[in-house]
């Protein structure tokens, strides 16, 4: 799951290298992934595979689902790219402490 060594990703989570990668805003990128569960929906619904899919209207669970998925996702992308930044801070902070201490 982890990066090889030497690579300069170490430690950094996949999201993360997907995201530096992307063109364009990072918050751009983040929306569109964060409205996949909602291009599942029109997917089921345009297909037919579920049994409300023909009834005219989408279940209000269906929707709260769709939701909370989709705040899960930006939550997780902002958790992410937060606890990297602060892993980061620590990790110089603590180098330059054991150096003083040398």
Do not use: H
Not at 1 to 23: F, K, Q, W, Y
Not at 48 to 70: C, D, I, K, M
């Amino acid at each position: 799951m982890s990066s090889p060594p030497g690579d300069g990703t170490a430690g950094v989570p996949l999201t993360e290298r997907i995201l530096s990668r992307l063109p364009g805003p990072r918050l751009a990128w983040m929306l569109v992934w964060a409205l996949v569960p909602w291009l599942n929906l029109v997917a089921v619904r345009v297909s037919g595979a579920a049994e409300w899919a023909g009834t005219g209207g989408t279940p209000v669970g269906e929707v709260l689902n769709r939701t909370a998925v989709s705040c899960a996702i930006l939550l997780s992308l902002w958790g992410a790219a937060r606890i990297t930044d602060e892993l980061r801070r620590v990790g110089g902070a603590d180098r330059g402490g054991r150096a003083g201490r040398r």
